[in-house]
């Protein structure tokens, strides 16, 4: 690459990642993607995405992904494999350092997405790997036949546990919570699996086992009783933290670490948008992410034709 001059660059290429490069290609801005680590994001370890529109039955996140890569790489969407590392304002557009190098562009989407919370308790650290997962569909087949447990109760933790129901002999979902917070097609879809168990008003207080995770401590919050459970593997799904340690102080964030923005996907600095769940308000929802790539491609769009710097 010779020319480091770009209309729009984007951070992150999950699905609002993505989207907002396939309609900034479309709209013939010179557009470069990058896509971090991995294509897809979160919605890698997603094996079944429900509610998004066009596929009744569903679609795997690691099928969804690379079908709008290719779109976007038609419409002429350039990509790269590296994550950026700062951004920085510079005569009216923006400097971006990437592993990579540096690269220069009129709008900046931020689309990094999420990291899963950690649980922060003993033996997590320690176990990550060994037992301990965020990705269901990736490590559930190795614990096929075998005792697993889930912690949470939202719509990702549910998704994960009916993934194992099919390769598990048993899976025990964990929630701190008197009822589950994911939506009711999940927690109807429970039934249909008899190797499925709900505990609520339960706690994981630590992770058991030296070199494998062999069970978990865990305690009722009704009475204080303390019981170990022998499992085989345990996937964690307790929540999210938006991918913007690394703005560095850029712009400021919410409580929760999220970029705020207007119906627009604009940030308070001209040129910088965020999209998905990276965003303040995101209902961490497939479709409204691509929703969220698709605003902020139409909005970059309108903001480089009012006259700020573009190639």
């Known amino acids: 690459m010779t020319d480091h001059n770009y209309d729009v660059v984007i ?18 801005r010179r557009t470069r993607v990058l896509t971090g680590p991995a294509l897809g ?21 690691y099928d ?9 790489v038609a419409a002429g969407a350039e990509f790269g494999a590296t994550s950026v590392t700062s951004l920085a ?40 790997g060994k037992g301990v997962s965020h990705c269901a569909s990736c490590d559930g087949p190795l614990l096929r036949s075998r005792a697993v447990g889930v912690v949470g109760g939202g719509d990702s933790a549910l998704q994960e546990a009916l993934t194992l129901a099919r390769f598990a002999s048993r899976v025990i979902v964990l929630h701190r919570g008197t009822t589950l917070s994911a939506q009711a097609a999940y927690r109807e879809r ?5 190797n499925l168990e709900v505990r609520t008003s339960t706690v994981v207080e630590e ?12 305690r009722t919050t009704t ?6 459970l022998e499992l085989a593997g345990l996937f964690v799904y307790v929540g999210l933290t938006p991918d913007t340690a690394w703005l560095n102080g850029t712009l400021d964030l919410d409580s929760s670490g999220g970029i705020p923005t207007d119906d627009a996907m604009r940030s308070r600095l001209p040129g910088l948008f965020a999209a998905g769940t990276v965003r303040s308000g995101s209902v961490g929802r497939a479709a409204s992410a691509a929703g969220d790539g698709a605003t902020a491609a139409v909005a970059a769009d309108r903001y480089l034709s009012d006259g700020a710097w573009r190639v």
């Open 41 to 61: 994001g979160h919605l890698l370890s997603i094996e079944h995405i429900d509610g998004y529109p066009g596929f009744p039955d569903g679609i795997a996140g």
């Open 64 to 72: 969804l992904c690379p079908i709008v890569q290719e779109q976007a």
């Open 207 to 218: 992770m058991l086992g030296d070199t494998v995770l062999t069970g978990v401590r865990t």
């Open 89 to 128: 304002a510079h005569e009216g557009r923006w400097r971006v350092t990437t592993g990579e190098g540096e690269l220069r562009a009129g709008v900046v989407v931020v689309a990094t997405g999420t990291t899963s919370k950690a649980l922060g308790i003993p033996g997590e650290a320690r176990l990550r």
């Open 11 to 28: 951070a992150g290429a999950g699905i609002a990642g993505l989207t907002a490069g396939l309609l900034s290609a479309r709209a013939g």
């Open 223 to 228: 009475d204080g009783t303390e019981t170990d």
């Open 190 to 194: 429970l039934r249909d699996h008899q």
